[in-house]
Structure formats: C-alpha cells, structure tokens
C-alpha cells in the first residue's frame, strides 16, 4: 500500500490551523522542528487522508490542508483504517502510529469554522521512529504493525 503527502503544515501556536510549509524537519521522539505541537509523548506528529478534507469541501465547507490542525496531508490510503502500532515510511523519516482519533475541544478554531471536526473520528497520531526531512510529493509506504 503506497500514498503520497499533499502538504506538511505546522503553527507556531496551538489551538490554531496550521499553514502548509515546503519541508519540515521530523526529530525523533519529539515531532516536526517548529511546530506548536511537538514534544515527547505519544502525538507527536498528526496526519489526516487528503479525501477526509475532500469531503468537508463537498459538505460546502472552505477548508485546505492545515485547516484541522494536521501537521501531514496525505492521499492513497485510507490511515484512519491502519491499526495502532503500523509503521508508515515517508521519504527517509519512520512513523509510527499511536493513536487514531482525539477528544476535540469544542472550543478549537476547526469547530467553530465548520460546526464540525473530523480529528475525533479521522485523525491519526504518531510518534517519530526515524527523524529526517518530510516534503510535499514524497511517497508514504504502509509497514506492518509493530507487536
């Protein structure tokens, strides 16, 4: 199973949408260089399938990569399906996947944008195995779920 980033976005402040970067920096164990949300833990990195941010368009809804708070857009594969543990490989970087969903606030800037946010049942959290350098355009490849 392949994919393909469509965007890496950070924010300097959380609680805020994130706007789309050219290359971010992954740093083991902590997330992207720069970015509000990085730190150790197990949410280190957020990822969202570009088809979840087609839908709320088709909902009538103007929103982009970032808008949901997720640091890697990404098409090809369905990652809100992939179970906790699976690794993904994207350029020279290694993700591992933590968690799948969120309790959102509703106080975030995504709910009172569109009434409705799609992290609590579609976003993916991950830590990071491997550091390096994340670009648009780069391919995602599905390991298996680490046991």
């Known amino acids: 199973m392949a994919g393909k980033v469509e965007a890496v976005c950070i924010s300097e402040r959380k609680g ?61 594969i369905d990652i809100a399906r992939l179970p906790v543990g699976t690794r993904l490989s994207i350029g020279e970087t290694e993700l591992e996947i933590t968690q799948i969903g969120k309790e959102c606030h509703s106080g975030c800037s995504v709910f009172k944008k569109t009434g409705e946010c799609i992290m609590p049942r579609r976003g993916v959290f991950a830590r990071v195995v491997r ?7 780069a391919l995602v490849s599905v390991q298996t779920a680490q046991r």
């Open 131 to 137: 550091g390096g350098v994340v670009r648009k355009g």
């Open 16 to 76: 805020e949408p994130k706007h789309q970067v050219d290359e971010a920096l992954l740093m083991p164990d902590y997330g992207i260089k720069g970015d509000a949300h990085a730190g150790p833990g197990k949410r280190q990195v957020s990822l969202l399938g570009v088809e979840d941010i087609k839908a709320m368009k088709e909902k009538g809804f103007s929103v982009g990569p970032g808008d949901f708070a997720e640091n890697i857009s990404i098409s090809g």
